[in-house]
């Protein structure tokens, strides 16, 4: 039996504890942020600025010793509205938590780079849009490749560490006119001889482009090395070995018609490979299988990403990192804009201690 009425005013009401858009933008808002955001905490506000959407565990992964000290800290940046989140739909079970820069986030931002939040091309409801977009998964996936690496170099003992993370956003204003890569990175490992870097365009395959489609993507590549002069290797991760044979097969026919295979350096690896029991699994691992020549190699040697550029003995080192501005593509002059921020650094600040103690907003 129904004995109260739900009043819709009662449906319409923000969370408890969470400010309303409008106060999250007054002074007094951003006034009080000040005294409660961490270094760490605007690391992260960049890190969903530049890569869109980060889920509850890579958060964990990029930047948190555990999955409660994450879920306490997203929560007090949430309600702040410094972060917002949602949760898409899911056959099974339940999906996690998926944030997004908040509106009092993306002021922050905008004040320490003294700009407005219109210069930065940021609007709420276009960063909530991505709950909606038929390539959530993908953007999940690549971001979750590159988290991955971060929580590596978090925890392994090993000198390594991934020393630059661009998103597909950043890659298009580069090379939008020739190739789209999924994202842009760099993969540093010092011993005592001195240092090796491999820097690498990754493609993320999620099974639903035809393997014709993805082979076609290395003449693009191809065209790319040509303007720039830089060989830089093109890294395609696959769902499972089965559909990395069948890549396999058609990147093998487009790479071997290229007037010069060797600007293209290819490898392949796939999810599949990854031992799930491990610690932090991740694409550092010994997965990669290059493509050195048409003919395709069912069982051969993997190599790690660190040693990915003994594949290929010709290949140039990278170049030096881009500029401050981070606006310069890989090697080459930066293109100055006023209204593009740098990439953030993939490894977080050290965690400082919150003097302000939850509950107090």
């Not at 690549?142 to 978090?154: C, G």
């Not at 990278?318 to 080459?332: L, R, Y």
Request: charged fraction near 20%; proline fraction near 8%; hydrophobic fraction near 40%.
């Amino acid at each position: 039996m129904i004995t109260t009425t739900t009043r819709q005013h009662t449906l319409r009401d923000h969370l408890p504890g969470r400010h309303t858009a409008r106060a999250a933008s007054s002074v007094e808002h951003q006034a009080m942020l000040a005294s409660r955001l961490t270094v760490r905490d605007k690391w992260l506000l960049a890190l969903l600025h530049e890569h869109r959407v980060l889920t509850s565990f890579q958060i964990q992964d990029a930047a948190f010793p555990s999955g409660r000290s994450a879920r306490q800290r997203v929560l007090d940046l949430y309600l702040w509205c410094a972060i917002s989140r949602f949760q898409p739909f899911q056959q099974l079970g339940s999906a996690p938590m998926h944030y997004v820069l908040g509106p009092a986030g993306a002021a922050v931002l905008a004040a320490e780079h003294g700009r407005e939040v219109k210069d930065l091309g940021y609007r709420h409801d276009r960063a909530m849009a991505i709950a909606h977009n038929q390539r959530l998964a993908h953007t999940v996936g690549v971001n979750d490749f590159f988290t991955s690496l971060i929580a590596r170099t978090r925890h392994a003992k090993a000198d390594e560490a991934v020393t630059a993370w661009w998103s597909e956003s950043r890659c298009a204003r580069h090379f939008g006119d020739l190739v789209i890569p999924d994202g842009y990175g760099r993969w540093c490992t010092r011993h005592r001889g001195g240092a090796r870097e491999v820097e690498w365009f990754l493609e993320f395959d999620t099974g639903t482009e035809s393997l014709t489609k993805v082979g076609r993507k290395l003449a693009g590549y191809a065209r790319l090395a040509e303007s720039t002069g830089i060989a830089t290797p093109v890294l395609v991760w696959l769902p499972t070995t089965r559909r990395e044979a069948g890549a396999r097969t058609a990147l093998a026919r487009v790479h071997a018609g290229l007037d010069d295979p060797r600007t293209v350096p290819v490898a392949t690896a796939a999810a599949d490979l990854l031992e799930p029991a491990s610690p932090h699994p991740s694409p550092a691992e010994a997965v990669w299988l290059p493509l050195t020549s048409a003919r395709i190699e069912r069982a051969g040697p993997r190599y790690s990403l660190a040693d990915l550029t003994d594949a290929w003995p010709g290949l140039a080192p990278p170049a030096g990192p881009g500029t401050e501005d981070g606006e310069g593509e890989p090697g080459d002059p930066a293109v100055a804009s006023p209204y593009r921020l740098p990439p953030p650094s993939p490894i977080p600040p050290r965690a400082t201690p919150n003097r302000i103690a939850r509950g107090e907003h």
